[in-house]
Nanobody
Framework: QVQVVQSGGGWVQPGESLKLSCVASGRIDNIYSMGWYRQKPGKPRGLVGNISQSGTTNYVDSVKGRFTISKVNADDTITMYLEMNSLKPEDTAVYYC??????????WGPGTQVTVSS
């Protein structure tokens, strides 16, 4: 089984930065990618970006150039980061990470609130 925990989040003003962390542990050998999603009020959960086993990243257009996903692999954990710069009020959402095993399913983190307002 895979466990996923998140940390980070909070309230920032527009233009500021924030960094989220996500740690996958347990049976991580079959995880082929990890990703970040967000859910804005009244909207469905949507992809922010993801990172493959090899480190290839993909982002939605709205965050390209502002958000960066990275990861650190250890023997029994994968730690993924989401560095968010030049934050905008429209980035306000609950952010979720996922450890994806493909056909084996995905394991979601509990979510963390990010609020951008003045």
């Amino acid at each position: 089984q895979v466990q996923v925990v998140q940390s980070g989040g909070g309230w920032v003003q527009p233009g500021e930065s924030l960094k989220l962390s996500c740690v996958a542990s347990g049976r991580i050998d079959n995880i082929y990618s990890m990703g970040w999603y967000r859910q804005k009020p009244g909207k469905p959960r949507g992809l922010v970006g993801n990172i493959s086993q090899s480190g290839t990243t993909n982002y939605v257009d709205s965050v390209k150039g502002r958000f960066t996903i990275s990861k650190v692999n250890a023997d029994d954990t994968i730690t993924m980061y989401l560095e968010m710069n030049s934050l905008k009020p429209e980035d306000t959402a609950v952010y979720y990470c996922i450890a994806d095993e493909g056909l084996g399913g995905g394991h979601w983190g509990p979510g963390t609130q990010v609020t951008v307002s003045s």
